[in-house]
């Protein structure tokens, strides 16, 4: 049985074709500047690639390329999307509305569509890409949903709550939501079945990369996650300030003359590492810096960028240890979580309070690796592992088991 897994965004269509008898990817690919140039990008597992500048005015145009690639005799893996059982979509935004994945009707549309005002480049672009699913495979094809939010929603009041008045969650959903917990629930699934057990596990999940988030992972149910009613707050990240004082948004605003608009466009895309090194928001640029020493100008900020998402992430592990009385393991994930090694080793250091030690040779060496990896050493009472996150087998997973119903 194979599943398409897809995921739709303002401007590109990411797409994985699963074998789910072995969970083995059969081919991968991106449709890119969907509504301007357009381009795909195409890879089979046999090694075989395909890249075109192709015209791509909507959704629908790019999943047509995408058909088109599947099936192609010199670079497709199937003769047909007849073979292809069913869709898989990821979503951004489910709200409180979704605390589960689910099969796709017109209802479900129309939730997800009304659900935008919370997540407006992500939301709309999803129902665009479920509708040219539809346009391309019919409506008799089944498609499931998996939502960002969905495994958040086990978070007790006391997390998810701000502290505005109440009636402004009820007239406007004002809420701490989290985000990438698709990645989250992947990765502390793994963790859980390394320890053995689900119930009595205490578990923080470090998702790090361009857009980051921490989680507390208790008895399998995520109790507290630092993204909010936006992926904006919580840790610095590639171009996100995260956590700042909101007094700090009406000062630059009245400072600059921002509009709401500008104001929420600057702190999403020009602030984190981007904001503080002046010179770029991904942290492997920012890492050559570093390595460069002193002697490179841009050494001081690049460093000071880095440092101040150990201090977040540090700040975060230590609050939710207190949160849930202790930790079994700590997970690190994500493009930064997964290959930066010198981050890792930050965070991890000067944290024996918390029993946590970290092996620094082979933390050194875990970089680029498919395989799950434990850096702690074996005298270190919290263990501490390197899981690489595969968020479209989860949605490849959730729809299987939603069609099979």
Same mark, same amino acid.
Do not use: W
């Given at each position: ?23 083995n ?41 995408l ?17 292809i ?5 990821r ?6 509305i ?18 935008? @005002?919370?997540?407006?480049?992500? &939301? /709309? ?12 495979? $019919?409506? !008799? ?48 699934g ?19 990369g ?51 608009? @500008?104001?929420?466009?600057?702190? &999403? /895309? ?12 991904? $942290?492997? !640029? ?18 000071l ?35 930066n ?45 390197v ?19």
């Amino acid at each position: 049985m194979k599943i398409l897994v897809v995921n739709a965004g303002s401007s590109s269509l990411k797409y994985q074709l699963i074998d789910m008898e072995n969970e083995n990817v059969l081919a991968k690919g991106l449709c890119e500047r969907i509504g301007d140039t357009g381009a795909i990008t195409h890879k089979t597992a046999d090694g075989r690639k395909y890249e075109a500048d192709i015209p791509m005015p909507t959704h629908t145009d790019a999943f047509n390329c995408l058909v088109e690639a599947l099936t192609s005799e010199e670079y497709g893996v199937i003769k047909s999307m007849k073979e292809i059982s069913a869709v898989g979509h990821r979503i951004v935004q489910g709200g409180a509305i979704f605390d589960r994945s689910v099969l796709v009707d017109e209802k479900v549309i129309e939730d997800i569509y009304n659900l935008a @005002e919370l997540a407006p480049l992500h &939301n /709309k672009a999803h129902v665009q890409g479920i509708r040219a699913c539809i346009e391309c495979l $019919g409506k !008799d094809a089944p498609q499931v949903v998996v939502f960002d939010t969905a495994f958040h929603q086990t978070m007790p009041a006391k997390s998810f709550m701000y502290a505005i008045p109440y009636e402004m969650y009820e007239k406007y959903k004002i809420r701490r939501y989290g985000f990438h917990g698709t990645s989250h629930r992947y990765v502390s699934g793994v963790m859980t079945d390394i320890l053995g057990k689900v119930e009595g596990t205490k578990i923080i999940t470090c998702h790090l990369g361009n857009g980051s988030s921490i989680s507390a992972v208790k008895d399998g149910k995520v109790i507290d996650t630092t993204m909010g009613f936006t992926p904006l707050a919580g840790v610095e990240m590639g171009t996100r300030c995260g956590d700042i004082d909101p007094a700090v948004v009406t000062y630059i605003m009245d400072k600059e003359g921002f509009t709401p608009d @500008e104001m929420s466009n600057f702190m &999403n /895309k020009k602030c984190g590492f981007l904001g503080v090194s002046g010179f770029s928001s991904d $942290g492997r !640029d920012l890492e050559e810096a570093i390595a460069n020493g002193p002697s490179d100008p841009r050494y001081e900020r690049a460093k000071l960028a880095v440092d101040i998402l150990i201090q977040d992430v540090k700040k975060y592990i230590g609050s939710f240890v207190a949160e849930m009385n202790g930790v079994d393991a700590i997970v690190f994930t994500a493009g930064i979580g997964e290959n930066n090694t010198h981050i890792r080793g930050e965070v991890c250091a000067e944290m024996e309070c918390f029993g946590i030690e970290l092996d620094k040779e082979l933390n050194e060496k875990t970089l680029c690796q498919s395989d799950v990896v434990k850096i702690s050493t074996e005298n270190s009472k919290v263990d501490v592992y390197v899981i690489p996150t595969n968020e479209e087998l989860v949605i490849a997973r959730d729809t299987l088991a939603l069609i099979n119903q």
